[in-house]
């Protein structure tokens, strides 16, 4: 493979020194992020619509997306978009009704809210669970992959690489929120440029090997030469059945998996927390539209992967081992770009994970600070002492993310799919305990106690089912498919959290319908309706992004 050029390394540089003395700028204009707490983990006030949006999209988009979803997009196709386009209608629920909720109560995390709501030990369990996610499964994650893309690319050693981005993310971090915030905006014109970069050059790519010009006519020949992979909903004959299941991905398991990253989330609300709800929402919605664009830098280009790789091309390239790895298509494509625009994306792509690595350590700061040691170990903390100690959470948390992130399994599972699949563990009885105690007074905090100690052990077992009996039956339901590898009738991850989902909520329910204090539960929401109606330029841009959606999905049912 090409390595990285001069001109290359100088685009990279000029983008290095632009986020770096713009983050540098933006902390010294306003050093009160040095000893507020707020400040520093919110950006309290501070963050415009534009910023909040943009930093929604940075922290979200990383390695797991630019490799692992241009992977499955040259596996699976166009139906790995539904994480994308299904994130941009959860989008706009979260900015209707959960942003009036957080901002009304004045909540700051997550944990946060479940003390408010139920009591401290539901709070503290899920806090040192956050926690435990967050370093174990995201953090590693992005820095693993993103450190091995990189590698790849530009041929720097690989504990290199991963040294390289953690100390770039350590270093915007320290700034506090409002120094990710406003970095994130320069960080998605990177990403974007240099993304769309990409994706011109792979339909240009496919329009040459047919003897026509055009990213338009390329697009136009991949509809015809890949027509299996622009389908959006699979049947159960589909072999990647498993990782979209048909209509759940529109009425089933993908709500739970996006309202709870979207809206249940710190890593992620943390971003229009500290904002006034005005602000807040239209931020989302500026995020919503991004989301619409996702697809077509992440996923176009590994369904045009796969066109050529068909034609012959790329054959030994997408090679790892003695097997064919999708996950290589985005970086083959990379060193393809001439000198320059391959230094544009090399940036973009750097871009991305620093952004969501900075992110994700400003979140395990601001829990662990708050909550946890400010709640157990210093309750006189002052503020200056508390902005120390989350700096020191921040190198923590980067440092043994470094350490276990090589022994993971991360390049065997699939970076998406590991994210996706462990995260679904729990994600249905967090969001089970949000939804109930933003909706439905009488949730108890026994209840969610309940709710968020059977959900691991439910989704595990269901799991392990297939190897204990014949789920075969499910089939004819649409609830299970047979996995040619095991040889089993396999619950497809999505239909697992749906079931665990419901499991969960009905349990909740009985446990608070059980207890007659409930009838007059002091934690209860007061909630008003008229909070929840949309106005004004929001109503219309939530409206466009509801029937773009609507036409993507008919067009490429």
């Known amino acids: ?51 909040i949006g943009a930093s929604l999209i940075a922290s979200n988009i990383s390695a797991e997306q630019f490799i692992g979803m241009s992977g499955s997009g040259f596996k699976m196709g166009l139906a790995i978009a539904t994480y994308e386009w299904m994130a941009a209608a959860t989008l706009l629920v979260v900015a209707i009704f959960f942003m009036p909720i957080y901002l009304k109560n004045k909540i700051y995390t997550m944990p946060q809210f479940l003390t408010h709501r139920y009591n401290g030990t539901v709070s503290t369990i899920m806090a040192v669970f956050w926690l435990l996610l967050y370093v174990i499964v995201n953090l590693t994650s992005i820095l693993f992959l993103g450190a091995l893309a990189i590698s790849t690319i530009s041929g720097i050693n690989f504990w290199v690489c991963m040294s390289g981005l953690s100390i770039f993310a350590i270093i915007i971090t320290l700034g506090g929120m409002k120094v990710i915030g406003y970095t994130d905006v320069i960080q998605v014109f990177f990403l974007i440029l240099g993304g769309l970069a990409t994706t011109y050059l792979a339909l240009d790519l496919v329009s040459e090997h047919y003897n026509t010009t055009g990213v338009l006519n390329g697009f136009s020949l991949m509809l015809n030469h890949a027509d299996d992979h622009f389908h959006m909903v699979f049947n159960q004959e589909n072999t990647n059945y498993l990782d979209l299941p048909g209509l759940s991905i529109l009425i089933g398991g993908m709500w739970i998996v996006n309202l709870n990253y979207w809206g249940c989330n710190q890593y992620i609300t943390q971003r229009a927390l500290g904002a006034d709800l005005p602000t807040a929402r239209n931020g989302i919605l500026f995020a919503a539209f991004l989301k619409l664009l996702m697809p077509v830098i992440v996923v176009l280009p590994g369904i045009a992967a796969f066109v050529l790789h068909k034609e012959g091309m790329f054959q030994q390239e997408m090679i790892m081992g003695n097997e064919l790895n999708p996950d290589r298509a985005y970086p083959v494509l990379l060193n393809l770009l001439p000198v320059g625009l391959k230094g544009l994306a090399f940036a973009a792509l750097t871009a991305a994970i620093v952004a969501s690595l900075a992110g994700k350590a400003n979140s395990i700061s601001t829990i662990f600070t708050l909550d946890i040691y400010k709640k157990y170990f210093h309750t006189s903390a002052s503020e200056r002492q508390l902005v120390y100690v989350g700096r020191i959470a921040i190198f923590v948390s980067m440092l043994l993310a470094m350490v276990i992130a090589p022994f993971m399994g991360i390049d065997k599972k699939g970076g998406f799919q590991y994210i996706q699949e462990y995260t679904g563990f729990v994600s249905p009885g967090i969001f089970a305990i949000f939804i109930l105690g933003f909706f439905w007074k009488r949730t108890t905090a026994t209840a969610a106690l309940v709710g968020a100690v059977i959900t691991f052990p439910l989704s595990l077992l269901l799991k392990v089912l297939p190897r204990w009996t014949d789920l075969s039956f499910l089939g004819d339901f649409g609830f299970a498919v047979l996995n040619p590898e095991s040889a089993l009738f396999e619950i497809p991850f999505i239909d697992r959290m749906g079931f665990v989902f419901l499991i969960v909520v009905a349990a909740m329910v009985i446990i608070s319908l059980a207890d007659k204090k409930s009838k007059n539960n002091p934690k209860g929401l007061e909630i008003d309706p008229s909070m929840f109606k949309p106005q004004g330029a929001f109503a219309i841009g939530a409206a466009l992004v509801c029937g773009i959606l609507a036409a993507l999905y008919i067009v490429f049912w």
């Open 1 to 51: 493979m090409k390595q990285l050029q001069t001109a290359d390394y100088i685009v990279f540089l000029i983008y290095f020194f632009i986020v770096a003395f713009y983050g540098y700028w933006v902390y010294q204009r306003k050093k009160k992020a040095q000893v507020d707490s707020k400040d520093f983990f919110l950006a309290e006030g501070a963050l415009t619509w534009w910023a």
